[in-house]
């Protein structure tokens, strides 16, 4: 496509949501982008988080954890741009040990990713002999190496109902382990807090789930009171709120899924008006996608992470080749255990 057709059709879909002066700037690196990823036979996977320009102009894939990682699985290109933070640029690494793999920015981190080590996993397991692990996707590869399962936002409750065990350790997101086991009917225990406390605990209590308490910095931002004040202005609202938010805001939300999930709801949906409580730049891609629909902004709150990927940045990953993304092989071969399990599971 040429500069110019480039240029024309962003301006259209970004018309509400980028300044045009932006836009001629921004429609030249992708241009340029574009041209490369060909040249450098490159394919570019980018998350439903990144701003609207790069996410819906340069990604051969759109999605969410669990979509973007079995793309990985599935390339045959030579190198994967992974348009998304750390954790997800090593799963496609753990998944496509042959392909290089470069993330745009060494400065995307996680901060669920951050609350958790391989250590901690291992303390854990010494703890609770016999018990399997599920571990969130959003964690480095050295704690998902130490893990039996790993599970997304997408697919959390059914791999912890699909486990044949009475009980199960699911790290490290607090409110996600919260709400899975509040979907599955499971009584979940934080063993930290319950041993501060010096209570006997391990073998008396009843409990079906052992947590541990990571949050993301993002959803947890996000209140019931915030909800009350705009279904109070707004009472034909829907809200939609991503599963790593609290209990007590997905159970006043009306609709809580994985980004996609969030993504397809609205989409096949007809509510005057939706909000969404997650990561800005969704509402802003489903905007640039359906401008008839309605989205209501609470937007103070963009990811850090995701924001460091940037056009700017996916260019010269694909000019310098950088960042490389490496796994060491013994981690990679008991991480991608762990992810493939997952997969079996669906
Ligand atoms: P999804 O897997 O739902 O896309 O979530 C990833 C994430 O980082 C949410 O904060
Ligand atoms: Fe991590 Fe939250 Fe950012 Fe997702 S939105 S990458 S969970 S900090």
Redesign the pocket.
């Known amino acids: 496509m040429s500069l110019e057709t480039l240029h024309k059709e962003m301006s259209e879909r970004l018309k509400d949501l980028v300044p045009e002066v932006e836009i001629r700037h921004k429609a030249e690196l992708v241009h340029e982008i574009n041209q490369l990823k060909a040249e450098r036979n490159a394919v570019i996977l980018g998350?439903?988080?990144m701003e609207p320009a790069l996410y819906h102009f340069i990604p051969d894939f759109a999605?969410?954890?669990?979509?973007?990682s079995r793309k990985a699985a599935e390339t045959d290109r030579d190198i994967i741009v992974f348009c998304?933070?750390e954790f997800?640029a090593e799963t496609a690494k753990i998944l496509s040990p042959d392909k290089t793999v470069l993330i745009p920015s060494d400065k995307a981190g996680?901060s669920?990713a951050e609350s958790i080590t391989a250590a901690d996993v291992r303390a854990l397991k010494e703890r609770f002999p016999g018990v399997p692990v599920v571990t969130y996707?959003?964690t480095y590869a050295d704690v998902k190496a130490e893990s039996d399962y790993c599970c997304?936002?997408?697919n959390a409750a059914r791999v912890v109902e699909a486990l044949d065990s009475d009980t199960v350790i699911f790290l490290p997101d607090e409110y996600l382990a919260k709400n899975v086991a509040r979907e599955t009917g499971k009584h979940i225990i934080f063993p930290s807090v319950v041993s501060r406390a010096g209570s006997e605990f391990q073998t008396e209590m009843d409990y079906q789930m052992i947590g541990w308490k990571g949050r993301?910095e993002?959803?947890e931002q996000f209140t019931v009171e915030d909800i009350e004040k705009i279904r109070s202005q707004y009472p034909d609202v829907v809200i939609l709120a991503?599963?790593?938010c609290s209990p007590e805001v997905t159970a006043a939300a009306d609709y809580s899924?994985?980004?996609?999930?969030?993504i397809r709801h609205v989409e096949k949906t007809q509510a005057p008006r939706y909000l969404l409580l997650?990561?800005c730049s969704m509402g802003d891609n489903i905007i640039a996608a359906h401008p008839n629909k309605e989205m209501l902004r609470l937007c103070s709150v963009r990811?850090p992470h995701?924001n460091q990927i940037t056009l700017e940045d996916t260019l010269n990953a694909l000019k310098y080749t950088r960042y490389i993304v490496e796994v060491p092989e013994d981690i990679r071969i008991r991480a991608a255990r762990a992810v493939e399990r997952m997969s079996q599971i669906g």
């Open positions: 998350h439903n988080y999605g969410d954890s669990l979509e973007l998304g933070v997800m996680c669920l996707v959003n997304t936002s997408g993301c993002v959803h991503h599963p790593e899924g994985s980004t996609s999930a969030m997650t990561e990811c995701m």
